[in-house]
């Protein structure tokens, strides 16, 4: 089955400090997607990607497209205590359905 | 705008009991809708996926059955529900299979 891993597990980070999360898959992606989930929330849609080498900021959220359409990175700048949450990537190969990362949890200490 | 509801938000079960948990969408027509069990470690299991009224796709063998009567409605079901069944359910939508899905707030499941 499809493999897509996601790094780190958790951090816990001071508030003003940037953030970097990724995920890899063992085989090519056609769309990239990254979520946001608070507690007893579902996820809800940060950024989507869907070309190789692709860069989309949302707000203080950056994320890119891996150029071998085997990665995709999530960049938060300047985090504040609401960033608190777990971030999923999720990717789609070609023809197939969504797969999604384990999480990262993020915490952010005042 | 789309909106998508999921009720309810909690619910607690006896062994044995049946289950029904529903799902619309507003908004949008002939959504693909799917529905996911999120276990304690975090990770999104796809059940089932349907692509029209009547469709249902199922990913995993389990307790569990999913219909789709109207084409902005999706139930998820059981007859006898095991211990094993408690959980985070959420159920999405999207616009096609290559699109973003989109998540309701999810159900609490505890079995008891």
């Known amino acids: 089955g499809q493999q897509l891993n996601q790094s780190p597990q958790s951090m816990f980070i001071q508030e003003g400090e940037d953030v970097s999360m990724n995920c890899t898959s063992s085989s090519i992606f056609n769309t990239w997607l990254w979520y946001k989930q608070e507690p007893g929330e579902g996820p809800v849609l940060l950024i989507a990607l869907y070309k190789a080498g692709e860069l989309t900021s949302n707000g203080r959220l950056t994320a890119q497209f891996g150029i071998t359409r085997k990665d995709s990175f999530l960049n938060i700048s300047a985090s504040i205590p609401s960033d608190v949450g777990i971030y999923f990537c999720?990717?789609?190969?070609?023809?197939?359905?969504?797969?999604f990362g384990t999480g990262t949890s993020l915490t952010v200490i005042p | 705008s789309q909106t998508i509801h999921q009720w309810p938000a909690t619910l607690v079960q006896p062994v044995g009991s049946p289950l029904s948990l529903e799902c619309t969408v507003e908004?949008?027509?002939?959504?693909?809708l799917y529905w996911y069990r999120q276990a304690a470690g975090r990770g999104l299991q796809l059940l089932f996926y349907s692509v029209g009224i009547g469709q249902i796709s199922s990913e995993v063998p389990q307790n569990l059955s999913a219909s789709r009567p109207q084409d902005r409605q999706f139930i998820l079901s059981s007859k006898k529900l095991l211990l094993s069944d408690s959980g985070f359910y959420l159920c999405?939508?999207?616009?096609?299979?290559?699109?973003?899905?989109?998540f309701g707030d999810g159900t609490r499941l505890s079995i008891l």
């Open positions: 999405a939508w999207s616009d096609g299979s290559n699109q973003p899905q989109h």
């Open positions: 908004g949008t027509s002939n959504p693909n």
């Open positions: 999720a990717g789609r190969p070609p023809g197939n359905q969504f797969y």
